[in-house]
């Protein structure tokens, strides 16, 4: 079969499913997942030509992966369950509380300044699994603590685990490959000095678009979760937002240029803390009005999982408070563990040095290991055990803590161990895992979005870029399976490659946002399992947001500023935004003017408006 259009939209049905699933019909991840993964089974056999063998070689791949990612998923649930069975949740959440009660406040500076640096530390997912349970402890909705550590899945993303989805996912994408070579030659550098580059134009991106990620979260906050619904709250902190976005992603430029790509979201994300945090405890730029969610009786069903902030924490031992420093202090050492064992090479070698998995599975080229020592999930389960010492837990706390967070896993387990082998099946087709001519899934289906593209391409580059973080649920990933090709059509229609593949990244950034696998990992640490598509019907919004900026940035960047699809775009989002922050403004004010009903039922109707 050589219609590249048909191959494209089978290519694209395992995607099409789960979405539909997921968002559509609302249907838990744990039962989209199987569906999503009996489709791309079938077009791989039966159009790519893919041989069982395989598949199941892909499969086994996605299951060694899917372990490694509840490892850490486990590890992060631990670490709540440890905190909250010690009494330490009772001292961290009155540690945000003093600087501010604000909710908006707090996702601000939880979520995306600590966040983006747990991301610049960690990456893979870690953040969510950090801030979501942090925010869920501190009073959150399950799912609004969730909502936040998936959007906050952007802007840092590309620089996430000390530089990996640069250094490791563009550049791995491009070696190897004569034209980029060439192309490095002509332009008077190598591979390394191209990837630098490609970073910083990555950055750069970041920093324009990305600033109005923390705004974004308050409307969420504000518009989906709170008592009158109304997204013009979120609007009433966007001083205080776009100065903690200017104090993350301002660094994040310089730290890029100066020190490198390895420190761009570790120290732009741990500058932005220091200034915010101390700039709000002298209360600079603070709003004069306390933002909070509705009394918890009022909240929707669908908003909580099977978890309260509360458990737990009630039954203190002897009275006694936690002290701020020993309460704080396990999150610090994970941050500490995490930036020691990624940026100290002896100690990095040794704990990556030892895997666990195989290679060449069932005697075909598809291999898979993972790094327990190296893993994030090893650092939480260390901090536990060093956290029963330092918080003189008793043995009966310590075994509910292991007790709790088992049962929790159990939600995402089923999930993620569809999810990843749907995944490697996906992007293991093609002519090396079966007889046939045929590129890849993915790569077919980026193959056929650029010929629809044209010279207008860098519009359409982030979406492939985000497409691929969303079926691999990786930036990494996304990069090694895209670069190289990004690289191609932009010389193919004769514009400059490294604006491209830096768009690439910046794309696939922006896919972690709606990526099932942090979805569903994050959901679970908080004990909210089957809202997967209610979620990503919300993150969906800044993600989409985000690749339009970038796409039309990027074009700006390619061809200048003029009467191009570029600047229209551009000209087009600005206005959308400006309209929509009227037509809210608006909307809320005739809400707030018309006569209120009255009754349970009214209040109901009124909240699932």
């Given at each position: 079969m050589?219609?590249?259009?048909?191959?494209?939209?089978?290519?694209?049905?395992?995607?099409?499913?789960?979405?539909?699933?997921?968002?559509?019909?609302?249907?838990?991840?744990?039962?989209?997942?199987?569906?999503?993964?009996?489709?791309?089974?079938?077009?791989?056999?039966?159009?790519?030509?893919?041989?069982?063998?395989?598949?199941?070689?892909?499969?086994?791949?996605?299951?060694?992966?899917?372990?490694?990612?509840?490892?850490?998923?486990?590890?992060?649930?631990?670490?709540?369950?440890?905190?909250?069975?010690?009494?330490?949740?009772?001292?961290?959440?009155?540690?945000?509380?003093?600087?501010?009660?604000?909710?908006?406040?707090?996702?601000?500076?939880?979520?995306?300044?600590?966040?983006?640096?747990?991301?610049?530390?960690?990456?893979?997912?870690?953040?969510?699994?950090?801030?979501?349970?942090?925010?869920?402890?501190?009073?959150?909705?399950?799912?609004?603590?969730?909502?936040?550590?998936?959007?906050?899945?952007?802007?840092?993303?590309?620089?996430?685990?000390?530089?990996?989805?640069?250094?490791?996912?563009?550049?791995?994408?491009?070696?190897?490959?004569?034209?980029?070579?060439?192309?490095?030659?002509?332009?008077?550098?190598?591979?390394?000095?191209?990837?630098?580059?490609?970073?910083?134009?990555?950055?750069v991106l970041h920093a324009a678009v990305g600033t109005l990620v923390p705004l974004f979260i308050c409307c969420m906050l504000c518009g989906f979760y709170g008592g009158r619904r109304r997204f013009s709250d979120g609007l009433g902190v966007w001083r205080f937002a776009l100065f903690a976005a200017l104090a993350m992603t301002v660094p994040s430029v310089l730290f890029n240029y100066f020190v490198g790509v390895e420190f761009t979201s570790l120290l732009g994300g741990l500058t932005g803390l220091v200034v915010v945090v101390a700039a709000a405890r002298k209360g600079f730029l603070m709003p004069k009005e306390t933002w909070d969610f509705p009394p918890r009786e009022d909240w929707l069903a669908r908003w909580s999982g099977r978890l309260t902030p509360d458990q737990g924490v009630l039954a203190v031992k002897d009275g006694a408070r936690i002290g701020t420093l020993r309460a704080w202090a396990p999150y610090l050492l994970v941050a500490a563990i995490l930036v020691a064992t990624r940026v100290i090479d002896p100690l990095k070698a040794w704990l990556s040095g030892i895997s666990v998995g195989a290679q060449e599975i069932l005697g075909t080229s598809v291999a898979q290991t993972i790094e327990p020592l190296y893993s994030p999930g090893a650092t939480f389960l260390l901090v536990c055990v060093i956290t029963y010492g330092l918080h003189r837990m008793r043995p009966r706390e310590i075994l509910e803590s292991w007790r709790v967070a088992g049962s929790q896993l159990a939600g995402a387990a089923v999930a993620l161990l569809f999810a990843v082998p749907l995944v490697r099946v996906f992007i293991n087709t093609g002519a090396d895992h079966g007889d046939t001519a045929m590129a890849s899934m993915p790569l077919t289906l980026a193959v056929g979005a650029a010929e629809l593209g044209g010279t207008a391409w860098p519009l359409y580059a982030p979406w492939i870029g985000a497409l691929g973080a969303f079926v691999a649920g990786s930036n990494t990933v996304s990069n090694l399976m895209f670069s190289l090709f990004q690289f191609s059509t932009a010389e193919q229609i004769g514009i400059a490659p490294e604006t491209v593949v830096a768009t690439q990244a910046v794309g696939g950034a922006a896919g972690n946002m709606i990526t099932v696998h942090n979805v569903v990992a994050a959901s679970a640490v908080v004990g909210l399992a089957g809202r997967e598509g209610d979620l990503i019907r919300q993150t969906i919004i800044p993600m989409t947001y985000y690749v339009l900026m970038a796409g039309a940035l990027s074009y700006l960047f390619v061809y200048g500023l003029g009467p191009n699809p570029g600047t229209v775009l551009l000209v087009a989002l600005l206005a959308g935004l400006v309209a929509t922050v009227l037509f809210i403004r608006r909307a809320d004010a005739r809400r707030a003017a018309a006569p209120s009903a009255t009754g349970p039922d009214a209040r109901e109707t009124e909240r699932e408006g």
């Open positions: 050589d219609n590249l259009a048909l191959l494209s939209l089978l290519a694209l049905t395992p995607i099409l499913v789960v979405g539909v699933l997921l968002v559509g019909f609302r249907l838990p991840a744990m039962y989209a997942m199987p569906v999503g993964y009996v489709v791309v089974v079938t077009i791989a056999v039966l159009v790519w030509n893919t041989e069982w063998v395989a598949i199941a070689a892909s499969t086994i791949q996605g299951l060694i992966l899917a372990i490694g990612l509840l490892y850490i998923i486990f590890g992060a649930l631990l670490l709540l369950s440890t905190l909250t069975k010690s009494g330490a949740i009772t001292t961290i959440r009155a540690t945000f509380t003093d600087i501010s009660p604000d909710r908006r406040i707090q996702a601000v500076i939880i979520g995306w300044l600590f966040g983006s640096f747990i991301e610049g530390a960690s990456g893979f997912g870690t953040p969510a699994a950090v801030v979501a349970p942090l925010l869920f402890a501190l009073g959150f909705p399950a799912m609004a603590a969730v909502m936040v550590g998936l959007v906050i899945q952007s802007t840092p993303v590309s620089f996430g685990a000390v530089g990996t989805p640069i250094l490791v996912g563009v550049s791995g994408g491009l070696e190897g490959s004569p034209e980029v070579e060439a192309y490095a030659a002509g332009a008077g550098t190598t591979l390394p000095g191209l990837v630098d580059q490609i970073g910083f134009l990555t950055v």
